[in-house]
């Protein structure tokens, strides 16, 4: 199995340099796209966030901010203390900021593994301005709709993971559970860090732009095959936006606003695509999951679950 799973890897790479020489337009085209997107949005947006995130994870400044939220998240959720930062965190800005806000809290051992899988499930997606803005204003025009397409996305993330994880508790026994929370993770030493210094300044800067340049690249890869799809002939124009979606919301969602579809069908589209995250936004997921331990796998199931959920809510609402 691991090696059909590495000859489908390589395979894939190879096709992807083929596709890339078949379409040399496209390809520069998307690349030009995905670095001016990163540049012009996701570098000046998410890389503060980063290196401020790095700052209070070093700083131990994450545990005072979750004991302030810890009395209404930890009823709500059943979470510790310091599993209320990656969701206050994650939710003001998006992906993957979700994800690395939980990674590093697991790393900082803050918070077991089987938590940081819950929360990594139900804090990772896109942002609020992403929401509001790009896509209920900027694609859609249609402002009136923002809070709603807000409230759905963001419900659907929360009921996703609470599903998945009664859904642990259920089918593999609560033992299992356990199991997976009692493994080992780094000592958390509330004292360590604690003091400012510009060596830590520095480590934070210098993960900040290379947590960014990751997220970059990936952005660009997908990119490219989202305008090699978009210039594969004529037809089928919202099939391809649909496709192009998967891949790179950004991209996708900008191709499917485009299209001569009824808005209502716009809507539920963009809102699945945007719960789903797509692949780059998985991809990126993945890369700041680093040594955690945390499962992408499980991620995925979780994703798939918000998506369907958000469908379905999606399809009520413009239905009524």
Not at 71 to 89: A, H, K, M
Not at 105 to 126: D, P, Y
Not at 179 to 207: E, G, K
Request: glycine content about 8%; charged content about 10%.
């Amino acid at each position: 199995m691991k090696n059909l799973k590495n000859i489908m890897i390589k395979a894939g790479i190879v096709l992807y340099l083929i596709l890339m020489l078949m379409f040399p337009r496209a390809s520069f085209d998307g690349a030009s796209a995905g670095l001016l997107l990163w540049f012009h949005h996701i570098l000046p947006n998410l890389l503060p966030f980063i290196i401020i995130s790095n700052l209070m994870v070093r700083l131990n400044i994450t545990t005072q901010i979750s004991r302030i939220f810890h009395p209404l998240l930890g009823r709500l959720f059943g979470i510790s203390v310091d599993g209320c930062y990656p969701i206050v965190f994650g939710f003001l800005s998006g992906i993957p900021m979700g994800a690395k806000s939980t990674a590093d809290m697991v790393l900082e051992g803050k918070i077991n593994r089987s938590e940081g899988q819950f929360l990594l499930g139900m804090c990772n997606n896109a942002s609020p301005m992403f929401i509001l803005g790009y896509i209920a204003i900027t694609q859609l025009k249609l402002p009136h709709i923002k809070y709603a397409l807000f409230v759905i996305i963001y419900a659907s993330a929360i009921l996703a993971a609470l599903i998945y994880r009664a859904f642990l508790y259920r089918i593999r026994g609560k033992g299992a559970v356990l199991r997976i929370a009692s493994l080992p993770v780094m000592p958390n030493n509330p004292s360590a860090n604690t003091r400012f210094s510009f060596a830590i300044l520095d480590s934070s800067i210098m993960n900040g732009f290379e947590v960014i340049t990751k997220v970059g690249g990936y952005i660009i890869l997908f990119s490219i095959l989202a305008q090699i799809i978009s210039s594969m002939g004529s037809g089928y124009l919202p099939v391809k936006a649909v496709l192009m979606g998967i891949l790179e919301i950004t991209t996708g969602i900008s191709q499917i606003c485009k299209s001569s579809l009824d808005n209502n069908i716009k809507i539920v589209l963009v809102a699945v695509i945007t719960s789903f995250g797509g692949l780059s936004g998985l991809a990126q997921t993945k890369s700041m999951l680093a040594n955690s331990g945390l499962s992408v796998h499980s991620y995925i199931i979780v994703k798939l679950l918000c998506a369907l959920i958000t469908l379905i809510l999606t399809l009520l609402y413009v239905s009524l």
